[in-house]
């Protein structure tokens, strides 16, 4: 089994004693999130949760589909993607560098780490809610036994590798992606940009007098002209589902629509095996009575 990636996002609350104090902090960043990213469908549930016996309290983020664990002076975040994948790019575009940029920007940071599972919850200093930065840094640091560098994207695109080299744990400032964003809102003429992290190969969402709109980020063409309700990615794959009125499509990673807008909701499993369907999927619609058979990737957006 491959080594998970936890990424890590500052913040400046310290009251972890108090866990009323800490739910009224969760929730204080559940609204900011849901503000700042447009999530307002009812399609959508952050899922806030005290677990009593771990003494911890969690979220999730929809759309972005990670998990948010608070601790003292920061959030661990799991996207629940192997650490290699942060390496993985389509020439400029890192999309889970950018996944992270996203979540930093929309809480007000300009910087984040990652690292490998082993400096965080499965030996780090992520182990209680009363966890703080500085120890979780001070440890990170002694158990790498250096300064953490700086993520570096030209020497990785440089390598020009598919399995590029890499250190187990990184620093980032955003350099590049702060770049990306400032450079495609000023093409975005009319919308607000989102985030850069894209829904299937090249779309990202942006927001207009207080709708959703999902833009092509080389055109700047709506998929559609009216707004749409929610765009969903919950399908292990490049597909994503776009609610409108009250009801749900399927498009391919292209913004090729599969299905006809119906009532329901898509889910997905795996397809039963064969040596020919290994990585085959099942898109299906048990409302609409609707089935896809669709091919697994073997990485995130290739």
């Keep these: 089994m491959g080594v998970n990636i936890t990424h890590i996002i500052k913040h400046d609350f310290r009251q972890t004693h108090d866990i009323q104090l800490c739910l009224e902090f969760a929730k204080k960043t559940i609204e900011r999130l849901k503000k700042e990213l447009l999530i307002q469908s009812p399609y959508e549930s952050f899922e806030l949760q005290y677990d009593e016996a771990l003494n911890e309290i969690r979220f999730e983020l929809p759309i972005y589909d990670i998990e948010f664990s608070l601790h003292g002076g920061f959030w661990q975040v799991e996207s629940f993607f192997h650490y290699c994948q942060l390496v993985m790019h389509q020439g400029n575009y890192f999309w889970l560098r950018c996944l992270t940029y996203d979540i930093a920007r929309t809480l007000g940071e300009e910087e984040a780490w990652y690292a490998t599972e082993y400096y965080t919850w499965n030996g780090g200093k992520c182990e209680t809610v009363e966890s703080t930065f500085e120890e979780w840094y001070e440890q990170a640091v002694k158990d790498y036994g250096k300064s953490i560098p700086e993520f570096d994207q ?55 007098d207080g709708h959703l709109f999902l833009l092509n980020e080389h055109t700047q063409i709506p998929l559609f002209t009216e707004p749409i309700d929610d765009v969903l990615s919950l399908l292990n794959g490049p597909e994503f589902v776009i609610v409108k009125n009250g009801l749900s499509a399927v498009f391919n990673a292209y913004g090729k629509q599969l299905t006809d807008f119906v009532k329901g909701r898509f889910e997905w499993k795996w397809a039963p095996y064969t040596p020919l369907s290994a990585h085959e999927r099942i898109i299906y619609n048990k409302e609409a009575n609707i089935q ?11």
């Design 154 to 208: 030209s020497a990785i695109i440089a390598q020009d590798d598919l399995y590029p080299d890499y250190e187990p744990i990184y620093h980032d400032s955003f350099k590049e992606c702060k770049t990306h964003f400032n450079r495609l809102q000023s093409q975005i003429v009319g919308y607000k940009l989102l985030g850069i992290h894209r829904i299937g190969k090249k779309f990202v969402r942006c927001e207009k």
């Design 292 to 302: 896809l058979h669709t091919a697994w990737p073997m990485f995130q957006n290739e």
